[in-house]
């Protein structure tokens, strides 16, 4: 069974920091690009970035570019956000996604339950 | 305010077919595939359609999709009180080299 499992989140000022962690299992997670999308409270999803199977391909959403870093390690089977410079629109939700890829597109096949990141003084 | 133009609500009552639709641009719904999300209150999305039209195993063939030109369609038929969801459209956009998201359309089932 696929599972992930994302933690990390919390409290921040603004301004602060934070390092989100996405733990994979039931699948081989080095064959599989991986993204963070995010949900505002009462809001819709928000793609904010994705990382291919071996990690030289990555793209970020325009509102996170120069303030996260996408990551992965795949002999942890994990996948990772730093997060700085936050700001209080970065209040959210933040889901860990699996990419599936047919021979025509990806899509995101595979969800965590997300981990809250809240960014308030 | 997302690339991705869906209608924010829709109701329909049990039994009934509905069409979710969601409309882009050349960039995006144009030139590449189409997934479709389904988000029950509280729980993380799941996928329904991928690739415009194909359905993963698990998922019912009440659920359809479709997409012509520059725009997509999510058709559900026999409508059952437990769709009750938000659902989202999804598609890589070339221009912005990023993933959208449809703002999303929160279904009712009266």
């Known amino acids: 069974e696929v599972q992930l499992v994302e933690s990390g989140g919390g409290l921040v000022q603004p301004g602060g920091s934070l390092r989100l962690s996405c733990a994979t299992s039931?699948?081989?997670?080095?064959?599989?690009?991986m993204n963070w999308v995010r949900q505002a409270p009462g809001k819709g999803l928000e793609w904010i970035s994705q990382i291919s199977s071996g990690g030289n391909i990555i793209y970020y959403a325009d509102p996170v570019k120069g303030r996260f870093t996408i990551s992965r390690d795949n002999a942890k089977s994990s996948l990772y956000l730093q997060m700085n410079s936050l700001r209080a629109e970065d209040t959210a939700l933040y889901y860990c996604?699996?990419?599936?890829?047919?021979?025509?597109?990806?899509?995101?096949?595979?969800w965590g339950q997300g981990t809250l990141v809240t960014v308030s003084s | 305010q997302s690339v991705l133009t869906q209608s924010p609500s829709m109701s329909a009552a049990p039994g009934q077919k509905v069409t979710i639709s969601c409309s882009g641009t050349?960039?995006?719904?144009?030139?590449?595939?189409v997934s479709w999300y389904q988000q029950l209150p509280g729980t993380a999305p799941k996928v329904l359609i991928y690739?415009?039209?194909k359905r993963p195993s698990g998922i019912p063939d009440r659920f359809s999709g479709s997409k012509s030109g520059t725009s997509a369609t999510l058709g559900i038929t026999g409508l059952q009180t437990g769709d009750e969801a938000d659902y989202y459209c999804?598609?890589?956009?070339?221009?912005?080299?990023?993933?959208?998201f449809g703002g999303g359309t929160k279904l009712t089932v009266l």
């Open positions: 690739d415009n039209n």
């Open positions: 039931g699948f081989t997670f080095s064959s599989y690009e």
């Open positions: 050349s960039s995006n719904i144009g030139s590449h595939y």
């Open positions: 999804g598609v890589w956009d070339s221009s912005l080299s990023a993933w959208v």
């Open positions: 996604a699996r990419s599936y890829c047919t021979g025509a597109s990806c899509y995101r096949d595979s």
